[in-house]
């Protein structure tokens, strides 16, 4: 019953088992300038776009949370 229960001594060879490599692969993205291939001003007047389009859409979700607490505090204060 001895040799059962009897556990080796773990002994550190130094070699490891998983790669730990930092240069993964999605650390090997290309610079922005590559990718989109725009000017500067063009990138600009992109940005500006979105946000004018996105604009009333996040006004509407503020405008209906807010909308929501009003509702609630009346709610809560009967």
Do not use: Q
């Amino acid at each position: 019953m001895d040799k059962k229960n009897k556990k080796t001594k773990f002994i550190d060879d130094g070699h490891t088992i998983y790669d730990m490599n930092v240069d993964a692969k999605w650390n090997t993205r290309k610079r922005k300038e590559e990718c989109i291939g725009v000017s500067k001003e063009e990138r600009i007047t992109l940005i500006f776009a979105a946000f004018k389009a996105y604009f009333p859409k996040l006004l509407l979700i503020i405008g209906c949370f807010l909308l929501t607490m009003f509702l609630i505090y009346f709610w809560l204060m009967k």
